[in-house]
């Protein structure tokens, strides 16, 4: 009897495990700290505890990228640089519902809203889309915009191109 129950709770330990590391439904960016809970300079054995072992890797990229997303085959996420394994860069892909970031801001909302909220930025042009940028300590937080809308949000190391 003694051994059903601790294999009972062993089996349930092991299913628990994965449903605590993943891509959150809701992420958060907190400028200049942390992206989705991610944060610049985390490892890479960090990002796997916290997002799980689930992501695509960039073939064509110049340094690592790991792409975790909802769904295999889901263009909706998160994106991950690496640098001497660890994070470097830390980005939303393709306006992933639900992410927000202080002020009220949320993904959608137009640009506006975004500098009403935030302050001065500084403009980035990135071809079809733009950045609006402000450094501090050691980081880089950008907000994406596409049509006048934000479409993303990005965390590099200070004065890093937001362009990718």
């Not at 601790?6 to 907190?30: D, F, H, M, T, W």
């Not at 796997?48 to 689930?54: D, I, K, P, Q």
């Not at 990135?126 to 880089?140: H, P």
């Amino acid at each position: 009897m003694r051994r059903a129950t601790i294999c009972a709770a062993l089996v349930a330990l092991a299913g628990a495990a994965p449903a605590a590391a993943g891509l959150p439904r809701q992420g958060e960016l907190v400028p200049g700290r942390s992206l989705g809970g991610i944060r610049l300079g985390e490892t890479a054995a960090g990002v796997r505890a916290a997002l799980g072992g689930f992501h695509g890797v960039c073939r064509g990229c110049g340094r690592t990228t790991w792409y975790f997303t909802y769904r295999p085959f889901d263009r909706h996420g998160l994106g991950v640089e690496l640098t001497g394994g660890r994070v470097s860069a830390v980005y939303t892909l393709w306006q992933p519902a639900g992410w927000t970031a202080p002020g009220g801001i949320r993904l959608g909302v137009y640009d506006a809203q975004v500098t009403s909220a935030t302050g001065l930025l500084v403009p980035v042009p990135c071809g079809a889309y733009r950045a609006l940028v402000r450094d501090s300590g050691s980081a880089r937080t950008a907000y994406y915009l596409v049509g006048g809308r934000l479409w993303a949000f990005g965390l590099f190391e200070r004065g890093a191109t937001p362009c990718r």
